[in-house]
């Protein structure tokens, strides 16, 4: 039985930062699965319409890379998303997953970086994908400090999944350390973050990424030079700024996140 791997990414127009995070981590998924073709798909359609007009590059969506699969004959599909969150774009994965589910023998989604929250489901015990993301974070953050706060630049979403910004900053604050969570689109905003800070009486932030890929929006929203940018709104706050200028997917210890999450796409079904 002919058998693929699909990395499906939200995609970048950055190729400096691409070859540094979504690169990097098809080629660790791809080593992990010596028995499967690897194949790239993309979800955001303004990414993969500007690459294609700008660049003469073509990238397929989920939905036209399985039409293509099934019609070349495989029978063991494996996709393993390298989104953040399940919001959206995640839920365009699973659409895509859905409507060819009968194409194939064996159709499996992996799931997110975050997707479960622990606990037990159906009397089963489901995985804690928080706990391995702050892990994964451990040694990007500073000494705890009650002067010093981490602040981590999210996308955010219209779907439900955005409460899970919300949710790992609560996880930090149980266990005393100074991480906030904020999101270009959507809730915490800026605006909520600049409040906590406040609020907590801090004086040097350490701004870093909440993405896979350190693309437009860090380089520009985040770090960028105008007056706009995180980093000097904070700054003409009066504190001190540190920026991490590295995607999650620069960093070993998240690509081999998503590497589990493929290993047990189909232990811990999400479709």
């Known amino acids: 039985m002919k058998k693929a791997l699909v990395v499906v990414s939200f995609g970048t127009t950055h190729h400096d930062t691409r070859e540094r995070t979504i690169d990097v981590i098809e080629q660790r998924l791809a080593a992990a699965f010596p028995d499967r073709d690897f194949y790239r798909a993309w979800t955001a359609l303004m990414i993969l319409n500007?690459?294609?007009r700008r660049d003469g590059i073509h990238i397929p969506t989920p939905k036209t890379l399985l039409q293509q699969l099934a019609e070349a004959g495989y029978g063991d599909v494996l996709i393993q998303p390298t989104h953040v969150i399940p919001g959206i774009e995640f839920l365009r994965v699973q659409e895509a997953v859905q409507a060819f589910a009968d194409r194939f023998e064996r159709l499996s989604l992996g799931r997110p970086l975050i997707y479960f929250q622990g606990g037990v489901s159906r009397g089963r015990a489901m995985p804690d994908d928080y706990a391995p993301v702050m892990d994964a974070f451990e040694d990007l953050l500073p000494a705890p400090s009650p002067?010093?706060?981490v602040v981590l630049f999210g996308h955010g979403t219209a779907h439900p999944a955005n409460a899970i910004y919300a949710a790992l900053q609560a996880r930090y604050e149980s266990g005393g350390q100074r991480v906030l969570v904020g999101a270009v689109d959507a809730f915490p905003t800026l605006d909520d973050v600049r409040r906590q800070l406040r609020?907590?009486?801090?004086?040097r932030i350490t701004l870093a990424p909440f993405m896979v890929v350190a693309g437009e929006h860090v380089k520009n929203d985040m770090a960028g030079e105008d007056d706009a940018s995180w980093k000097n709104i904070f700054t003409?706050?009066?504190?001190?700024?540190?920026v991490i200028l590295r995607g999650?997917?620069?960093i070993p210890a998240f690509q081999r996140i998503f590497v589990q999450h493929a290993q047990e796409a189909t232990t811990y079904p999400v479709w």
């Open 50 to 52: 500007k690459l294609k």
């Open 147 to 149: 002067e010093h706060a």
């Open 199 to 203: 609020q907590r009486g801090v004086r």
């Open 236 to 242: 003409a706050d009066g504190y001190q700024v540190d």
């Open 248 to 250: 999650l997917g620069e």
